[in-house]
């Protein structure tokens, strides 16, 4: 079975434009979270999803925001980039209800210029 | 809140022999789950075992175990007979369950740095 994946896997932004990333989780996974990890720090929560509907959210700025569609896949949406958005970002899919473990895919590095 | 704590930025071991990272964790969840992941130069976290706090027997998965040490608030990563290809950045992580079931978003350390020499 395919993993997590997300794409683009590079992109590269200048300040102040938009960006959205997408992830599509494993077949069968209900739940998508959504982490940003900036380099030589350990990821950071940002969004979680879960038939749909957001069920967490991180601390961060209405800037970022998300969704999730009806196959369960998923889009962060990054508005007015500014240089501190450069980073990895990650997203993790779970089954859901009583599964814990989430499993995470290769990342979307974003340098923002 | 939830806080987790690698307080080793880099380890090394020599191929073959055994390594341990330590990990410490503060949650006010009764219900929490321990998570070990690894980060090759590649970039792609890869689960290497989980620990259901409410079990007392410490998981393994091969070469990999863990010591939890529920009433510290300790869970360290023991990787025995170690390989080149175990040297990655190792996180410790954190996550309770949520109210609907499903996963609560995960609360992870700094990282540390394994070199495993030939």
């Known amino acids: 079975d395919a993993g997590v994946t997300q794409s683009p896997t590079h992109l590269i932004k200048t300040r102040g434009q938009q960006v959205t990333l997408r992830c599509s989780p494993i077949?069968?996974?209900?739940?998508v979270s959504w982490y940003q990890q900036v380099l030589g720090q350990g990821p950071q929560f940002i969004f979680q999803?879960?038939?749909?509907?957001?069920?967490g959210r991180g601390n961060f700025p209405d800037r970022f925001s998300a969704r999730q569609f009806p196959n369960y896949s998923s889009e962060l949406n990054v508005n007015a980039l500014l240089l501190g958005d450069s980073a990895l970002y990650l997203c993790?899919?779970?089954?859901?209800?009583?599964?814990?473990?989430?499993?995470f895919g290769p990342g979307t590095r974003l340098l923002v210029l | 809140a939830q806080t987790v704590t690698q307080s080793q930025p880099e380890m090394s071991v020599q191929e073959a022999e055994t390594v341990t990272l330590s990990c410490t964790y503060d949650?006010?969840?009764?219900?929490?789950?321990l998570f070990w992941y690894k980060q090759p130069p590649s970039r792609q976290m890869i689960l290497v075992i989980r620990?259901?706090?409410?079990?007392?027997q410490n998981a393994t998965e091969n070469r990999f175990s863990v010591n939890f040490q529920k009433a510290a608030k300790s869970f360290s990563l023991k990787i025995s007979d170690s390989q080149l290809g175990d040297a990655a950045m190792y996180f410790c992580?954190?996550?309770?369950?949520?109210?609907?079931?499903?996963?609560?978003?995960?609360?992870f350390g700094k990282g540390t740095k394994l070199t495993v020499n030939p």
């Open positions: 993790a899919s779970s089954p859901g209800r009583d599964q814990e473990t989430q499993y």
């Open positions: 077949s069968g996974h209900k739940s």
């Open positions: 999803y879960y038939e749909k509907e957001e069920r």
């Open positions: 949650t006010s969840e009764s219900d929490y789950y």
């Open positions: 620990q259901e706090a409410y079990k007392q």
């Open positions: 992580a954190e996550g309770g369950s949520n109210a609907w079931g499903g996963s609560e978003k995960l609360v």
